[in-house]
């Protein structure tokens, strides 16, 4: 049977592709060359096929360079099941938690509030609801156990302005976690696989199976720091609250220190003359607060409960 040919508009309409993206490929090498027909080019099925490919890797996240670098590989013999098994780890669950959905009648009622469209629109911003295609009144839920932390912490007396603030601040510390924990692990494991651009199958295929061996042990470790952390800092915490501080005395308000001459006349030249005092003082506490912090640091759990 005859390969199917296409023109460039009939090729858009079966690929999903616009006019423009599809000439823009051919200029950029993603697309084979078509025939050339008196004034017209024709495009055949490996044309779709090829633009179907461009738009799955896409969807996995790929830059267009990085797709032009995997389908030359492929053109060259060297096959991508190895490269997408990888691809398809990476972007697989890394948790067992599973979305689910909420009507906004439910959400009103599980917040105890009027409508806030504000606030909703906040969450959506934030990726705590999505927007149901077709709906007006329904969320996804991608993280069920993340808005019942919100709900709890609203229901504990919390604005909701301040949740969202304090969910920012957070997934930034998070997101700082891991994203170092990636550079770790692509340092000291993921290196002896990722040296060829593509990767070989053999080479994906094998980290594709670390992958899987090592995406729990991101949440386990920050689990077993942040109980320990909570540990120590509540503890710390509720010390703070219940022990009542010993009041100062005149005598401890102020006190004379002698500084060598040297020390002074650096300052000087440093601050000038009027700042002397106050430069030595914000110099003293910072350097108590250093102390401090580094003392806090090598405190055990153990330790600071006795």
């Not at 055949?44 to 738009?55: D, M, P, V, Y």
């Not at 070989?200 to 470790?221: F, H």
């Not at 005149?250 to 430069?279: I, K, N």
Request: no cysteine.
């Amino acid at each position: 049977m005859r390969d199917a040919e296409y023109r460039i508009e009939d090729l858009a309409h079966a690929s999903g592709a616009t006019v423009r993206t599809i000439r823009a490929y051919q200029d950029r090498g993603l697309l084979p060359t078509p025939e050339r027909r008196g004034r017209a080019n024709v495009y055949r099925h490996t044309h779709l096929a090829r633009l179907r490919q461009i738009a799955g890797l896409l969807d996995r996240g790929y830059t267009l360079a990085s797709i032009k670098e995997l389908l030359e590989a492929w053109d060259a013999g060297r096959g991508l099941g190895g490269v997408l098994g990888m691809v398809a780890e990476v972007h697989g669950p890394w948790t067992d938690e599973e979305a689910g959905r909420i009507t906004r009648a439910e959400l009103d009622l599980r917040f105890g509030m009027s409508p806030d469209e504000a606030a909703v629109e906040e969450a959506v911003a934030l990726g705590v609801l999505e927007r149901v295609p077709g709906t007006e009144d329904e969320f996804l839920v991608p993280s069920p156990q993340e808005l019942a932390v919100a709900a709890e912490l609203y229901a504990s007396g919390v604005p909701l302005p301040a949740i969202s603030a304090h969910l920012r601040e957070l997934r930034g510390q998070v997101e700082h976690i891991a994203s170092r924990f990636l550079e770790f692990t692509t340092e000291h494991v993921f290196a002896r696989y990722l040296g060829h651009r593509p990767p070989t199958d053999a080479d994906a295929a094998e980290a594709a199976s670390m992958v899987r061996r090592l995406r729990p042990l991101a949440q386990q470790t920050v689990d077993a720091e942040l109980a320990r952390a909570m540990r120590v800092f509540a503890t710390r915490h509720l010390r703070h609250h219940l022990v009542p501080e010993e009041p100062l005395t005149d005598s401890d308000t102020s006190r004379p220190v002698l500084l060598p001459v040297d020390t002074v006349r650096a300052v000087q030249q440093l601050v000038g003359a009027d700042r002397v005092e106050a430069f030595v003082a914000a110099a003293t506490q910072r350097e108590l607060q250093a102390r401090t912090l580094d003392a806090l640091a090598n405190i055990s759990p153990i330790e600071d409960l006795s």
